[in-house]
């Protein structure tokens, strides 16, 4: 059985996002990745385009609730942001709970190319901490 990461946000619409299609990239198919949010809202179509310059097609991703997946065996739950840490349920089947504050890229739902540049920071950041997560972690994800 694949082991179950999560990544968990508030909307559910950028940072979780970005964090699930970074570490599925990552990883490919040994484990079984998620993303949620508090308040799902909507995939941001900005992170649509900043995940489309790394080659990493997102577009047909969906923004999900938490509740989804309170039932679920979760080995890694990992929130982005900080409402999301201090709001985030109880996951009484989670393993290993840890927080990264990833500064809200969201500014508006624009899309164009000058709005870019807060998702591309995010995304950055947040593949930083993949990477870094992969060799700290190491055991747990070959």
């Keep these: 059985m694949k082991k179950k990461i999560i990544f968990i946000c508030t909307g559910n619409s950028c940072r979780s996002q970005i ?72 996951l009484p089947n989670g393993k290993i709970r840890v927080h990264w504050d990833i500064k809200d890229p969201f500014h508006s739902w624009d899309s164009a190319d000058e709005d870019l540049a807060p998702y591309r920071i995010a995304r950055d950041e947040i593949k930083k901490k993949i990477n870094n997560l992969l060799k700290v972690e190491k055991s747990n994800f070959l």
């Design 19 to 90: 964090a699930g299609a970074l570490m599925r990239d990552a990883i490919g198919e040994r484990f079984n990745v998620l993303s949620a949010g508090i308040r799902p809202s909507r995939l941001h179509p900005a992170v649509v385009k900043v995940m489309q310059e790394w080659g990493i097609n997102i577009k047909n991703q969906k923004s999900e609730s938490i509740n989804k997946y309170l039932a679920e065996n979760i080995d890694f739950i990992i929130t982005v942001c900080g409402k999301a840490n201090q709001a985030c349920p109880n």
